[in-house]
């Protein structure tokens, strides 16, 4: 009978996969079709609403592309541009592809770059999170004012060439990384008379008629798929896949969803696949296993505005068994650390230790805390597409009652916690965060802002963060950060519950394939079909 129920179970997971994914056939004969599955929601499809999740970066540079990217060996890669340089931390010089043109034969020119920095600073079509506040010409809330054609720090100089100035000396992987990689260029020549209103809800972002990318968008619903088509006329080369299809899957049906075939490409930070299945997944002969380093931090962030008692954030810190969740609800995939900073940082540094867990002092600190008036009844949002850690916090919530915190745990969507989490009404949230390990200044300097999901604002972590990029000296940055971590465990606005290294996974008929933490569609045009 338990036999019988599994393959009733699977079959049905099976079945439940299969209409998740929509319309998975959109090819007909011979045209190739490639699945990939996520496990969070997209927000939108308009470059100019990233909510800067990876989902939602993968899912828009496909069709819109980033002037450089990550690759898997943690270096930076030029996509639309040739290189971005500086001499001196503070001018930033953007040299543009030859050969990079639109999906409509158009090259793509400084005119765009700039229209996009303008369309990123602009007060009505504006992203706040861009950071665009940094540039020379940008007012210290990230926009320009309403109906600006220039922008004082940016100089176009050919139409492949352009510099930009920012306000202070930044790092040049900052800049690669926080401007270079997450700015999707947008067509100047396509958009360019829409007015600044109208860019954000404009029709056109439903379906995109020129890219850069190497996909169309074909159709989207951002709670269960979005549909590619290929751009034949993509500068790198036309893709060998024709259709491609992200589908939000549920993490409990990838391991049925990678049996049947129905997925071909899960990437270790878009596709939580569960721990559980973890063993099955590396037995089966019909799919290659990539292990991911790590990276990716499973972060508990504080709204230190909303718990502003120190000895509050300090005790969910001692009495946070973190190695037990890593032990045993991880599987031991994974590491320990504090703060932010991965092992595989080359800014990481192990004097700053891990903190036991120590159930004791938490329970003093709550008591002492309590007696002053402190509020111990906290509320905790967590991804409802983390099965895992909503089991980790379920059980730490438990933990934290006999400690004398009652916590009240609130699963929701990604979407939803995106929302959430830039509000002002959160407590504690989680979410799994990859913060770049070449560039820990972009998250961290805005995590620990007036800005950031902490609200933790400090005069000294905020010196030494920005004296980290005047600096060239490896171990001079190695430790202005030191400094920072070990502020953040004093204060504790965010802790780091693990970092998980998690698996990516391709089907076997699936060639030139290779999910990786960084860099997996680098090289998308370049997937095919075995046989």
Known sequence: MKKLMSKLTALALVLVLVLSMGSVSLAEGTDKVVNIAVTGTMTSMNPLLMDFTEVGKYTQSLAFLPLVEMNGDLEFEGMLAESISTEDNLTFTIKLRDEAVWSDGTPVTTADVMYTFLCMASPEAGNPSMNMYSIIGVGDDGVTESG????????????????????????????????????????????GDIPMSEMQ???????PTVVSGPYFIE??????????????????????????NVNVVQAAQLLAGLQSGEIDLIQQTTGDILLDDYESVKAMANVTVYPGKPITNQSIFFNVNNVPDVRIRQAFFYGLDRETILSQLVKGNGELVDAFLCSASPYYSAELGVTEYDPEKAMKLIAEA??????????????????????????AAAMFYELGLEIEIKTVDLSTLMTVANGDEAEILSVQYTYAPADPYTDMSWMLSEYGWTRYVD?????????SQNMTDMDAIREKYLFVNKKVQEEVP??????????????????????????????????????
Request: glycine share 6%.
């Open 459 to 467: 005069e000294e972590v905020t010196a030494a963060l920005l004296e």
């Open 219 to 244: 159709d989207y619903d951002l709670n269960h798929y979005v549909h590619y088509v290929a751009n034949e006329n993509y500068f790198m080369g036309a893709p060998k896949i024709k259709y491609l």
């Open 370 to 395: 309590k007696a002053d008036g402190a509020d111990t009844k906290l509320t905790w949002h967590v991804n409802s597409g983390d099965a895992t850690f909503v089991q980790a916090a379920t059980f």
């Open 494 to 531: 965010m802790i780091s519950a693990y970092i998980i290294s998690t698996i990516g996974v391709t089907s076997n008929r699936l060639v030139n394939a290779q999910p990786d933490v960084f860099g997996t569609f680098i090289n998308v045009h370049e997937w095919d079909i075995a046989g």
């Open 201 to 207: 809800t404009n029709e056109w972002f439903l379906k």
């Open 148 to 191: 600006a054609t220039e922008i004082e720090g940016i100089k176009v100089i050919d139409e492949k060439t352009m510099t930009v100035t920012t306000k202070w000396p930044m790092a040049l992987d900052t800049f690669r990384n926080n401007i270079g990689r997450y700015m999707l260029i947008l067509p100047e020549h396509v958009l």
